[in-house]
């Protein structure tokens, strides 16, 4: 049986060596059935500041060729190039850039069978599910995704990905005890999605792959094999 093709979008201030570093646990658990394909922004973040929160894993500071090149989706604040997910915002700058390049790994990389985001990564699939079905992107194809630490944009001029509920099939994975993205932020987004599957872990901010959500991840997957 092939393994099913998963594109990965990684969190604020991360890139796709990095992510795919802290999501090695998550590539033993699921080797077997999933290919995890890993893809980097296009905008490049400067200086952190306080407000700036980076997205870590709460117990990992970066690994070799860590986040040395931290890159974002978009920014919520236009003027400074800074993100954050509490951010309330007119317009955000960077979105449309983003979106052409999944599109290109799409093209040249493809064809994938789900896509899945970790934190602002995660909001941001969440918008391109949501272009998936309103048919404005044809080369998306993605037949499930899997949200970790994901939450709905706060920047008014997304709003417009929230009209109506996705049919696409949604795992939502998200940290009782996240303190960058409380778990009643992603709760938030559950009803955008027609029939949300949920698994909560008691940890915070990272992508959960311990054997006890082995068997949630697979039930989720094997739906698509």
């Not at 500071?61 to 954050?84: H, I, L």
């Not at 599910?129 to 944009?153: D, H, I, M, N, Y």
């Not at 959500?213 to 094999?225: A, I, S």
Request: net charge negative; with cysteine.
């Amino acid at each position: 049986m092939a393994p099913l093709r998963v594109l990965c979008i990684h969190g604020y201030r991360q890139n796709s060596v990095s992510f795919r570093e802290k999501t090695g646990a998550l590539r033993k658990l699921l080797k077997k059935h999933v290919e995890l394909v890993y893809l980097s922004a296009p905008h490049s973040v400067q200086h952190p500041s306080s407000e700036d929160a980076p997205e870590k894993d709460n117990n990992s500071g970066p690994g070799p060729g860590g986040d040395e090149d931290p890159k974002g989706w978009w920014f919520s604040d236009v003027q400074a190039r800074s993100f954050s997910a509490q951010q309330q915002c007119e317009e955000s700058l960077g979105l449309d850039e983003s979106v052409t390049v999944v599109r290109e790994a799409v093209k040249d990389q493809g064809p994938f069978d789900g896509i899945l985001g970790f934190s602002q990564g995660a909001a941001f699939v969440a918008m391109l599910c949501s272009l998936q079905e309103q048919k404005l992107e044809p080369e998306f194809s993605f037949r499930f995704t899997v949200l970790v630490a994901g939450f709905r944009s706060a920047c008014n001029e997304h709003q417009r990905f929230y009209n109506s509920p996705l049919h696409i099939p949604s795992l939502h994975v998200f940290g009782l005890e996240d303190r960058v993205i409380p778990d009643n932020m992603s709760r938030e987004l559950l009803p955008s999605f027609q029939d949300p599957q949920v698994l909560t872990h008691p940890g915070g901010h990272f992508v959960p792959a311990a054997s006890a959500h082995r068997q949630t991840y697979q039930d989720f997957l094997k739906r698509f094999q």
